[in-house]
């Protein structure tokens, strides 16, 4: 799992001069990005709840342009969706070459929420034979593993995103949405329902991790107790890794130019 550094701002100022450069950077390697048309990208985020996801997403992404940009969030699978793979609801939604594709939870759900709430597996009408946990989430990490390896053979980077809070920081947020009317919408009773399983998350996140971070489709663990830092350091990954692209814009061969010029005259000459 990759490591990036703890601290990214030293005050409020630097931060936002920090992330209007960041975020200038990845709208001009994102329009590098839509016309060369070579490479997809897909961002996933995955983190407990109130880690930030939303608010890095809409941050960082603020310079982008909607048109090559996909945001796709998801929850409890549809009758549909259970009636194919695991992966075959995600599948659906990846990004097109040149444009960005965002997964806001992912098909890592399915080894994570399912791992700890097993009654889900139980209800999802797999075989009696296949249903093993004591094999199942290895089965599935290799599954996700060749997955995201046919991805990068065939021009999709992934870039995979774990906001790491902690237990304290979360309680923190959960009290500032009681406590502050305009964010009582973000709260439910799952929230509290979930925290009790704390621990199996952390398990369940630390084995899924290390299963499923690979060279190609790295997993980067960011601390997420303080947004702005987290939001800095998402951003300078994402920025890195489209400049690794090494994009261009697609020449323009010499029939193409006699063309264009042709055109200008007549444009000039109106």
Same mark, same amino acid.
């Given at each position: 799992?990759?490591?990036?550094?703890?601290?990214?701002?030293?005050?409020?100022?630097?931060?936002?001069?920090?992330?209007?450069?960041?975020?200038?950077?990845?709208?001009?390697?994102?329009?590098?990005?839509?016309?060369?048309?070579?490479?997809?990208?897909?961002?996933?985020?995955?983190?407990? @709840?109130?880690?930030?996801?939303?608010?890095?997403?809409?941050?960082?992404?603020?310079?982008?342009?909607?048109?090559?940009?996909?945001?796709?969030?998801?929850?409890?699978?549809?009758?549909?969706?259970? @009636?194919?793979?695991?992966?075959?609801?995600?599948?659906?939604?990846?990004?097109? $070459?040149?444009?960005?594709?965002?997964?806001?939870?992912? &098909?890592?759900?399915?080894?994570?929420?399912?791992?700890?709430?097993?009654?889900?597996?139980?209800?999802?009408?797999?075989?009696?034979?296949?249903? @093993?946990?004591?094999?199942?989430?290895?089965?599935? &990490?290799?599954?996700?593993? =060749?997955?995201?390896?046919?991805?990068?053979?065939?021009?999709? $980077?992934?870039?995979?995103?774990?906001?790491?809070?902690?237990?304290?920081?979360?309680?923190? $947020?959960?009290?500032? $949405?009681? =406590?502050?009317?305009?964010?009582?919408?973000?709260?439910?009773?799952? =929230?509290?329902?979930?925290?009790?399983?704390?621990?199996? &998350?952390?398990?369940?996140?630390?084995?899924?991790?290390?299963?499923?971070?690979?060279?190609?489709?790295?997993?980067?663990?960011?601390?997420?107790?303080?947004?702005?830092?987290?939001?800095?350091?998402?951003?300078?990954?994402?920025?890195?890794?489209?400049?690794?692209?090494?994009?261009?814009?697609?020449?323009?061969?010499?029939?193409?130019?006699?063309?264009?010029?042709?055109?200008?005259?007549?444009?000039?000459?109106?």
């Amino acid at each position: 799992m990759a490591d990036p550094v703890a601290r990214a701002y030293k005050s409020k100022h630097k931060y936002h001069k920090l992330l209007d450069e960041r975020i200038d950077e990845l709208s001009d390697l994102q329009r590098m990005h839509y016309a060369s048309n070579r490479y997809s990208v897909l961002l996933i985020f995955q983190a407990m @709840d109130a880690a930030g996801k939303d608010g890095a997403i809409r941050h960082v992404m603020s310079g982008i342009n909607p048109q090559g940009c996909q945001v796709f969030s998801f929850n409890h699978p549809t009758a549909t969706e259970l @009636d194919h793979d695991f992966l075959w609801r995600t599948t659906q939604c990846l990004p097109e $070459r040149g444009r960005i594709g965002i997964f806001n939870r992912s &098909y890592y759900e399915e080894v994570l929420v399912v791992r700890v709430h097993p009654e889900i597996l139980r209800g999802q009408g797999l075989p009696d034979s296949l249903v @093993d946990e004591k094999t199942i989430w290895k089965q599935r &990490y290799r599954s996700i593993v =060749d997955l995201e390896d046919h991805l990068q053979r065939n021009g999709t $980077r992934i870039i995979k995103f774990f906001l790491h809070l902690s237990k304290d920081e979360q309680r923190k $947020r959960f009290l500032d $949405r009681i =406590d502050e009317p305009e964010k009582n919408w973000k709260f439910s009773l799952a =929230d509290i329902e979930e925290r009790q399983y704390w621990k199996q &998350y952390m398990n369940a996140y630390e084995s899924c991790l290390s299963a499923t971070s690979t060279k190609s489709s790295p997993w980067y663990v960011v601390p997420a107790d303080q947004k702005k830092n987290a939001r800095l350091i998402i951003s300078t990954i994402i920025v890195d890794t489209f400049k690794e692209l090494r994009m261009r814009c697609p020449a323009t061969s010499a029939e193409r130019r006699g063309e264009l010029t042709k055109f200008r005259e007549r444009l000039v000459n109106e």
